[in-house]
C-alpha cells in the first residue's frame, strides 16, 4: 500500500506564500491524492483533490489562494497571501483499491 | 449542502462496546462510499474502514489495528453509517469521523467528528 511522508512542521508570515509537500512512497508516483486542512480544535476540511498530472479540483467554498501542482512523486499545496486562520495542520490522502492511507500532517504556524 | 450528523459518542471500560452513527443529506447516499476515519490525542489522521456502496457491492475493508472488532455497515433507508465497536482498547481513545471520499463524490466532506473515550 502507499505511504504518504510530510515534513511535521513549516511556517510563513503573513501575506506571504508557503509551499507544503506530500511525497508518494516508490511505485505509488502516479497516485492522485487528495489536502485536508485541520484548524485547531474542528473537523478537518477538505481543500482539494490533485493528480499526478498537475490537475486539481477545489472543494465547494474553499479560496483560490489555495492551489496544487505535482511534480514526480511530489503533491504540493501552495498557499498564497497567508491570513492568519490559514494556520492549521495540512494532512495529504491517498487510497488503493482496499485501504486508505494518510500523512502524518503538516503543521503550519503563521508568523 | 452536504451534511454529515454523528452521534453515539461517549466513555465505555476497556472491553466494551459502542456504535457511532453518521445521518448524511444533501448527496445521493445510496451510491456513495463511506469512511470511517479517526484520530487519537494530539495525533494525526487514521483511517479505519471504508463500505463500498450496495451496488458497487457493499463491502467493506478494515485497517489492521480494528479487524475483526469493528464493524462498518449503512442503512440506505435511512441515510445512515455506522461503526460497530467491539472488545474495546484504551488505544481506540479517538474522536472518530465519518467521511466521504472523492473515489464516488466530486469533493471529500468530514462529519462534525465524536469522542471516544476507552478507560476504565
Redesign the interface.
Known amino acids: 500500500q502507499p505511504v504518504l511522508t510530510q515534513s511535521s512542521s513549516a511556517s510563513a508570515s503573513l501575506g506571504s506564500s508557503v509551499k507544503l509537500t506530500c511525497t508518494l512512497s516508490s511505485g505509488h508516483s502516479s497516485y492522485t491524492i487528495a489536502w485536508h486542512q485541520q484548524q485547531p480544535g474542528k473537523a478537518p476540511r477538505y481543500l482539494m483533490e490533485l493528480e499526478g498530472s498537475g490537475n486539481y479540483n477545489r472543494g465547494s467554498g474553499v479560496p483560490d489562494h489555495f492551489s496544487g501542482s505535482s511534480s514526480g512523486a511530489d503533491r504540493y499545496l501552495t498557499i498564497f497571501n497567508i491570513q492568519s486562520e490559514d494556520e492549521a495542520v495540512y494532512y495529504c490522502e491517498t487510497w488503493d483499491s482496499n485501504t486508505w492511507v494518510f500523512g502524518g500532517g503538516t503543521k503550519l504556524t503563521v508568523l | 449542502e452536504v451534511q454529515l450528523v454523528q452521534s453515539g459518542g461517549g466513555l465505555v471500560k476497556p472491553g466494551g462496546s459502542l456504535r457511532l452513527s453518521c445521518e448524511a443529506s444533501g448527496f445521493t447516499f445510496t451510491d456513495t462510499w463511506m469512511?470511517w476515519?479517526r484520530q487519537a490525542p494530539r495525533k494525526?489522521?487514521?483511517?479505519v474502514g471504508?463500505i463500498k456502496s450496495k451496488i458497487d457491492g457493499g463491502t467493506t475493508?478494515y485497517?489492521v489495528p480494528v479487524k475483526g472488532r469493528f464493524t462498518i455497515s449503512r442503512d440506505d433507508s435511512k441515510n445512515t453509517l455506522y461503526l460497530q465497536m467491539n472488545s474495546l482498547r484504551t488505544d481506540d481513545t479517538a474522536v472518530y469521523?465519518c467521511h466521504i471520499?472523492?473515489?464516488t463524490s466530486?469533493?471529500?466532506?468530514?462529519?462534525?467528528?465524536a469522542l471516544v473515550t476507552v478507560s476504565s
Do not use: K
Open positions: 469512511n476515519v494525526g489522521l487514521e483511517w471504508r475493508d485497517a469521523y471520499p472523492t473515489v466530486a469533493g471529500a466532506y468530514w462529519g462534525q467528528g
